[in-house]
């Protein structure tokens, strides 16, 4: 929802901007902390039994008094309890109680905790929960968009997309006001805005043959996430441009957004049954295929190179198809700031633009550069900064790291376990420069941090 750390102890993916993504509990690892919980609950079921029923010692003046030994494993097993409660996430409570605001640069809480839910600032207004519902707020905490929708995305080129309705979103302005006259089912069916257009699939079994069972968003398999199927795909994929005409009218199996002035889309092959081989290839802003579809995926230009994969294998190619490496890395993410990690075996390193090893693959992790560090681990479970030389500039020592932002990275003090560590916000020294009690921050974005003041992060 609001971003994900670089660096963490749980476990731990890798997302399409190359950060390393921290999941503290899914269902699977919810189920070592239940067992814990009823232990540790079942523990002092025992401790009081005993207390009812233990022996008592007679004390001078002939009153029965319990011993001393009984009371000491019932005041452990509170404390052992208490300190356990981030072990048993209690998410679903904690969660309901949390109230998201604003932090600047300097530590101050300019737009206090008071909504249910928040996004990230962009273009000048945030989205954000109230009684059920989203509005916006610019940088002064004002309630510019007053709250009338079920959800909201942040503002991209001057539009974003909100549920009018249950099940059907549309494009606002920055006013509210609905600007592009055109429902879509799910938010998933629209993309962002970006270069001036977006990419929306248009549903309409007249138009197009309806086929069965197509997999949609293949390429975030690659990226560890999960790809969904359309049982009933009766529509295509084309761009509409702000105003809501069609600038690519509706032909591809999936598109994404432009980025460099290119836009990676799907295409089908009318003799090929298997979609596996409905590959991924580029077209510009006028719809024409600049680079053949040729790919098994394919992503977001960035820094004037994509990441592509061929026989499950990742190199890069430049804006004419390229390739700049050939597809040869078990692993790669994007390029920021002129390198991209790629993973040779089982560690991690990264290469420039050119295609040469930059920094060498001696790291367990690695994270995308973001003002000139990136969140990086060579041994252990602790995570620091290296520079692009490689050098480890900010000891290994977060449990957590994100990526720098406004001269500033989110970090969490400690192994990440969750009970005795410590959150703050590190400079480029890496000094702890705010320091704060907050359960729940994020990266600086425009100049502020979404933070909470209660829950797990």
């Given at each position: 929802m609001k971003g994900?750390?670089?660096?963490?102890?749980?476990?731990?993916?890798?997302?399409?901007?190359?950060n390393i993504s921290i999941h503290p509990l899914h269902d699977h690892?919810?189920?070592a902390?239940?067992?814990l919980c009823f232990r540790i609950a079942g523990a002092l079921y025992w401790a009081r039994m005993m207390k009812?029923?233990?022996n008592p010692a007679v004390a001078s003046g002939g009153k029965a008094v319990h011993a001393g030994i009984d009371k000491f494993p019932c005041l452990m097993l509170i404390l052992v309890l208490a300190a356990s409660v981030s072990a048993c996430n209690m998410h679903p409570i904690s969660r309901s109680l949390t109230r998201y605001g604003y932090m600047d640069t300097a530590g101050r809480v300019v737009i206090p905790t008071q909504f249910k839910d928040a996004q990230h600032f962009s273009e000048g207004l945030a989205a954000v929960e109230v009684d059920g519902?989203?509005?916006?707020?610019?940088?002064?905490?004002?309630?510019?968009?007053?709250?009338?929708?079920?959800?909201?995305?942040g503002f991209k080129n001057g539009r974003a997309s909100v549920e009018v309705s249950p099940d059907r979103w549309r494009y606002i302005d920055r006013t509210g006001k609905v600007a592009i006259d055109t429902d879509f089912k799910w938010s998933i069916y629209a993309r962002d805005f970006s270069e001036g257009l977006a990419a929306i699939y248009i549903e309409d079994p007249k138009r197009f043959e309806c086929l069965s069972s197509v997999h949609q968003d293949v390429r975030e398999k690659y990226n560890n996430s999960n790809l969904y199927v359309s049982t009933q795909f009766c529509g295509r994929w084309g761009f509409i441009n702000p105003a809501g005409a069609f600038s690519v009218e509706p032909q591809f199996i999936e598109a994404f957004s432009f980025s460099d002035g290119l836009a990676a889309v799907r295409v089908r092959n009318p003799n090929l049954q298997d979609q596996?081989?409905?590959?991924?290839?580029?077209?510009?802003?006028?719809?024409?295929?600049?680079?053949?579809?040729?790919?098994?995926?394919?992503?977001?230009?960035?820094?004037?190179?994509?990441?592509?994969?061929?026989?499950?294998?990742?190199?890069?190619?430049?804006?004419?198809?390229?390739?700049?490496?050939?597809?040869?890395?078990?692993?790669?993410?994007?390029f920021?700031?002129?390198?991209?990690?790629v993973k040779i075996g089982d560690r991690w390193g990264y290469i420039d633009k050119a295609g040469k090893i930059a920094i060498q693959a001696d790291l367990t992790m690695a994270g995308r550069f973001s003002e000139g560090l990136a969140a990086a681990r060579r041994k252990g479970i602790l995570g620091g900064y290296i520079d692009r030389t490689g050098a480890m500039v900010?000891?290994?020592?977060?449990?957590?790291?994100?990526?720098?932002?406004?001269?500033?990275?989110?970090?969490?003090?400690?192994?990440?376990?969750?009970?005795?560590?410590?959150?703050?916000?590190?400079?480029?020294?890496?000094?702890?420069?705010?320091?704060?009690?907050?359960?729940?921050g994020w990266p600086f974005s425009e100049g502020l941090a979404l933070i909470g003041n209660g829950g797990p992060i």
């Open positions: 994900h750390p670089v660096l963490g102890r749980m476990k731990k993916t890798l997302n399409s901007g190359g690892d919810r189920r902390t239940t067992i009812r029923h233990a519902r989203w509005g916006y707020v610019d940088r002064n905490g004002q309630m510019v968009i007053q709250p009338q929708s079920h959800k909201a995305k596996r081989r409905w590959l991924y290839g580029f077209i510009d802003h006028t719809g024409t295929v600049v680079i053949a579809p040729q790919f098994e995926a394919a992503f977001d230009f960035s820094d004037g190179l994509a990441r592509v994969v061929v026989e499950g294998r990742k190199g890069f190619i430049d804006k004419t198809g390229k390739r700049v490496t050939e597809s040869t890395f078990d692993d790669a993410k994007d920021h700031e002129g390198l991209a990690p900010i000891s290994e020592q977060f449990g957590v790291a994100w990526p720098f932002s406004d001269g500033l990275a989110r970090v969490k003090i400690g192994d990440g376990s969750g009970i005795f560590d410590n959150w703050g916000y590190i400079d480029k020294s890496g000094k702890v420069v705010i320091s704060r009690n907050l359960k729940a």
